[in-house]
């Protein structure tokens, strides 16, 4: 069973700068998370989707962050325009039943 | 609300003896506990999990858990660790109802030293 895919795996931008990461779930999987990791600290959910529906968006800065899952499948999470405090590993996650979540890689940003 | 309390920020240990992990939970509701760990550079992987049942969780690589609820505990153990368990090992707790994210704590650092 393929994992949880996530890209690119790192990225490097200017301040200012646009910035869209992609996640593709684990197949049937229904829901899906993306987590903020700032080094040094455990990962902190951004947002929640259910099929392609949001559960849960509410540590998710909407000035400048968006998310989306189109068709209930693939997720894309978008940062516009990055400041140098969102340099972190951005997690994305799926989940079949309500208890376990399967992690993909990651990807790093890293903001100059 | 829910927190995640881990001790901890860094274990250094002997390879081949035992370690101890702890991690405190704060919910007002039901939750379920879990252990992930993280190699560097790589994804979190499930460890360990307490959904319901006995207190006591293992794991296939010699790490075991025990929720205890009136101190609102979920401590990692593993009576003698390997060099290959260097990594960062992070507790988490989510509702059993309701939208389940995952709550972390801030992590432990497992250092084993030869």
């Known amino acids: 069973e393929a994992g949880v895919a996530q890209s690119p795996r790192y990225k490097i931008i200017e301040k200012r700068q646009s910035v869209a990461f992609w996640c593709n779930p684990i197949s049937g999987h229904a829901t899906l998370y993306w987590y903020q990791q700032i080094l040094g600290q455990g990962p902190k959910l951004l947002i929640q989707?259910?099929?392609?529906?949001?559960?849960?968006d509410s540590q998710l800065p909407k000035d400048r962050f968006s998310a989306e899952r189109l068709k209930g499948v693939d997720s894309t999470l978008k940062i516009q325009p990055a400041k140098l405090e969102d340099s972190a590993v951005y997690l994305c996650?799926?989940?079949?039943?309500?208890?376990?979540?399967?992690f993909g890689p990651g990807t790093r940003l890293t903001v100059l | 609300a829910q927190s995640v309390t881990q001790l901890d920020s860094q274990v250094p240990v002997f390879e081949e003896a035992p370690v101890e992990l702890r991690c405190n939970y704060s919910?007002?509701?039901?939750?379920?506990l879990f252990w992930y760990v993280q190699y560097p550079n790589q994804g979190l992987q499930l460890l360990l999990k307490y959904l319901s049942g006995s207190t006591l969780v293992e794991s296939i690589n010699g790490f075991e858990a025990e929720f205890n609820k009136s101190q609102t505990s979920f401590h990692l153990r593993k009576p003698s660790v390997h060099i290959s368990d260097t990594a960062e090992y992070f507790c988490?707790?989510?509702?059993?109802?309701?939208?389940?994210?995952?709550?972390f704590g801030s992590g432990t650092r497992l250092q084993v030293q030869p």
């Open positions: 919910s007002s509701v039901s939750v379920y």
């Open positions: 996650a799926s989940s079949l039943a309500p208890r376990e979540q399967f």
């Open positions: 989707f259910q099929n392609n529906g949001v559960v849960d």
């Open positions: 988490a707790v989510s509702h059993d109802t309701g939208r389940r994210a995952l709550t």
